[in-house]
């Protein structure tokens, strides 16, 4: 089963929810700025991706200047604390399937840890293709 933190107001995590959907398979959708993850949960997120806990941290369009969560003197913990009273400071979005854990950004990430493959061909909503006809990752053009 596959689990995303998501917010149905970040494209990115739209692209990946839609990513998901697209093996055929429901995932497990947790809005999480209506419903925070717990400190364990979250903390056990950001080391499943491999991330440090300020590489988890969204600072666009969130608090994070205005609360001095750039200060490098400031511990993990926190950093955590901040997430968790500010949900919005949490990147999105976070998946986690058979595969493994990752932060989607960008949405396309999420194709290295699903185990199912995708079923059709699939468009970000910016217009970039992803997958094609034949339900293969397009190979990005440099």
Do not use: W
């Not at 998501?6 to 093996?23: F, V, Y």
């Not at 993990?76 to 979005?93: E, F, K, S």
């Amino acid at each position: 089963m596959t689990t995303i933190y998501h917010n149905p107001a970040c494209g990115t995590s739209r692209n990946t929810l839609a990513l998901i959907r697209n093996t055929g398979e429901e995932p497990t959708v947790i809005e999480y700025l209506k419903t925070p993850p717990t400190r364990a949960t979250l903390i056990q997120m950001i080391s499943d991706a491999g991330l440090s806990v300020r590489d988890a941290i969204r600072q666009k369009g969130s608090p994070y200047a205005e609360l001095g969560l750039d200060n490098p003197q400031l511990s993990d913990d926190a950093l955590i604390d901040a997430m968790l009273a500010n949900p919005i400071l949490i990147n999105r979005p976070f998946v986690i399937a058979a595969k493994g854990t990752r932060l989607c950004r960008p949405s396309e990430l999420v194709l290295d840890i699903l185990s199912k493959p995708q079923q059709q061909e699939f468009t970000k909503e910016d217009g970039e293709a992803v997958i094609n006809a034949e339900g293969h990752r397009v190979a990005k053009s440099s």
